[in-house]
């Protein structure tokens, strides 16, 4: 059975840093890429970045390219079976659920239907 367990969430200040972390089991973990979406109150759910099966590829969502860009990376470490997203100058628009997905094929996808494994999602709340 494939678990996705996401932590780091919680509470900071608008301007603070967060790092998410998803640890991955049940399947190859090596052989798929990652992604990270978040849903804010009331909207959609929304892609924020992808990496590949290797790590040596990674997108970041044409929507939040230019919000995340230089604040958002995403990473991985395939010997630990965890993915990361490491958040800075956070900001009160970046407040959302936060989720990873574990992705069908080893190349960087975008849709959520191109993911068949998520998590729980863990909470980032940015305040003014």
């Known amino acids: 059975q494939v678990q996705l367990v996401e932590s780091g969430g919680g509470l900071v200040q608008a301007g603070g840093s967060l790092r998410l972390s998803c640890a991955a089991s049940g399947r190859t973990f090596s052989s798929h890429a990652m992604g990270w979406f978040r849903q804010a109150p009331g909207k959609d759910r929304e892609f924020v970045a992808a990496i590949s099966a290797s790590g040596g590829s990674t997108y970041y969502g044409t929507d939040y390219r230019d919000s995340v860009k230089g604040r958002f990376t995403i990473s991985r470490d395939n010997a630990k079976n965890t993915v990361y997203l490491q958040m800075n100058n956070l900001k009160p628009e970046d407040t959302a659920v936060y989720s990873c997905?574990?992705?069908?094929?080893?190349?960087?996808?975008?849709?959520?239907?191109?993911?068949?494994?998520w998590g729980q999602g863990t909470q980032v709340t940015v305040s003014s």
């Open positions: 997905a574990s992705a069908k094929t080893s190349v960087v996808v975008t849709s959520p239907y191109n993911y068949d494994y």
